[in-house]
């Protein structure tokens, strides 16, 4: 009987775990697509990292392997400017509160003159 060599990492990981990893893998990469499918945004980013750690145990080497996904970040709010006013906040700019509190004293002289 001759002795299986790998050498293809393909191979050793779709044996690790008796085939689990790589249905994780699978798994994983089934998860990152759907996201950026449902992503409201025309563009968006994921990523799916897999780490291999290696250990020599003797004359073995023992090989363990680890998925990430990382799913595209939903869209944050924006910011919303306030300006401090008596102690509170206002979305209003203090020095544009004439603006809309009704016309001005040049608005009441231009319906007083004649047309």
């Given at each position: 009987?001759?002795?299986?060599?790998?050498?293809s990492?393909?191979?050793?990981?779709?044996?690790?775990?008796?085939?689990?990893?790589?249905?994780?893998?699978?798994?994983?990469?089934?998860?990152?697509?759907?996201?950026?499918?449902?992503?409201?945004?025309?563009?968006?980013?994921?990523?799916?990292?897999?780490?291999?750690?290696?250990?020599?145990?003797?004359?073995?080497?023992?090989?363990?392997?680890?998925?990430?996904?990382?799913?595209?970040?939903?869209?944050?709010?924006?910011?919303?400017?306030?300006?401090?006013?008596?102690?509170?906040?206002?979305v209003?700019?203090?020095?544009?509160?004439?603006?809309?509190?009704?016309?001005?004293?040049?608005?009441?002289?231009?319906?007083?003159?004649?047309?």
């Amino acid at each position: 009987m001759t002795t299986r060599v790998i050498r293809s990492i393909f191979q050793a990981l779709g044996l690790s775990n008796r085939g689990r990893f790589e249905e994780k893998a699978n798994h994983e990469m089934q998860r990152l697509i759907e996201a950026l499918q449902e992503h409201p945004e025309d563009k968006a980013k994921g990523t799916l990292t897999i780490t291999i750690d290696f250990a020599k145990l003797g004359d073995r080497i023992d090989m363990k392997p680890a998925v990430k996904a990382k799913l595209p970040e939903e869209k944050g709010f924006t910011s919303t400017p306030f300006w401090v006013v008596e102690g509170g906040l206002s979305v209003q700019h203090p020095s544009q509160s004439d603006m809309f509190g009704g016309p001005s004293e040049v608005g009441e002289r231009r319906r007083t003159e004649p047309a």
